[in-house]
């Protein structure tokens, strides 16, 4: 007869937690290769990471003498591609820089045409239904551009007045609404991009350019002569910046927010912000605490 062989049940039990261990590390340890999603994955193989980037929106994103992209948003980029190249532990990484308009940024970004947008874009939630945002980038609000000759000192001077606005925007819907609860009145002229809204103020064809003060601050500090201009006193929106990022890319996310925060949390974020806005004095206690919330610790 043969002798039937039993398992101790000690034995059970261990081999059931090793099962049970085994399962729950396999479900919860991420494998390499799932660390990097397709965006990291992209930028590994091809050595390239495309970034767009805004032509007229100084002093965030706007053309150099050399033709090539700079501004604050752009060096915060740059900062990004450094940490993603050590991350991927590549030799070299080419940074390929696309155009991107008001009109067609989050479709860009969206359908994969460029990895990471790096303008003036606010992080609201009608967005994020088809793109994801980076950490806070910066704080701004929409106010009100004119020229000093057009005796606009106070926020009913605006009325019956042609101010111009970029369709498409945050600023737009947010002026609409600004104004409704006013009771004020104006004419809207639609422009294409910033230079034009600048343009058509000068040119008289709009009394005021509507877009975020430190996009309002840059275009007359840039134009050739600064003291034609005229910035109300009058903030109607709260405009959270945030780089642009594709939806369901939780790495690629995560590396362009260690950057980010580790830039904030050092300190080396004052340069930066120095080199940008140091000609308009000391960032406010808005932009500190922005800093300071979003430098997160690892």
């Not at 058509?200 to 975020?212: K, L, N, Q």
């Amino acid at each position: 007869m043969t002798k039937k062989t039993t398992t101790p049940p000690c034995a059970k039990i261990t081999k059931l937690t090793l099962n049970a261990l085994l399962a729950y590390f396999v479900l919860t340890t991420p494998v390499l290769a799932q660390e990097l999603d397709a965006t990291l994955k992209k930028i590994k193989t091809s050595g390239v990471l495309t970034l767009g980037y805004r032509e007229s929106a100084p002093p965030f994103s706007f053309l150099g003498p050399n033709k090539q992209p700079v501004g604050y948003s752009i060096d915060l980029c740059t900062h990004v591609a450094n940490a993603v190249q050590k991350q991927l532990g590549l030799k070299d990484l080419k940074l390929n820089w696309v155009q991107v308009t008001a009109e067609n940024r989050i479709d860009m970004v969206a359908q994969g045409k460029v990895d990471i947008e790096c303008g003036t874009t606010t992080a609201s939630l009608s967005r994020q239904e088809r793109v994801d945002f980076s950490l806070m980038t910066f704080v701004d609000g929409g106010s009100l551009l004119s020229t000093s000759g057009t005796n606009i000192a106070e926020l009913a001077d605006f009325k019956g007045k042609r101010i111009a606005v970029i369709p498409g925007t945050t600023t737009e819907k947010a002026l609409a609404d600004f104004l409704r609860q006013k009771s004020i009145t104006v004419e809207i002229i639609r422009v294409k991009n910033h230079a034009e809204g600048l343009t058509a103020i000068d040119e008289g064809r709009a009394e005021a350019f509507a877009s975020d003060r430190g996009i309002l601050i840059g275009l007359a500090v840039t134009a050739k002569n600064p003291t034609k201009y005229f910035l109300a006193n009058i903030l109607f929106s709260y405009e959270p910046y945030g780089l642009v990022l594709r939806r369901n890319e939780p790495a690629f996310r995560l590396a362009v927010n260690r950057a980010l925060a580790a830039l904030y949390r050092s300190g080396e974020i004052e340069p930066i912000y120095d080199r940008w806005f140091g000609v308009f004095g000391k960032g406010g206690e808005a932009i500190h605490t922005m800093y300071l919330l979003n430098g997160l610790p690892e």
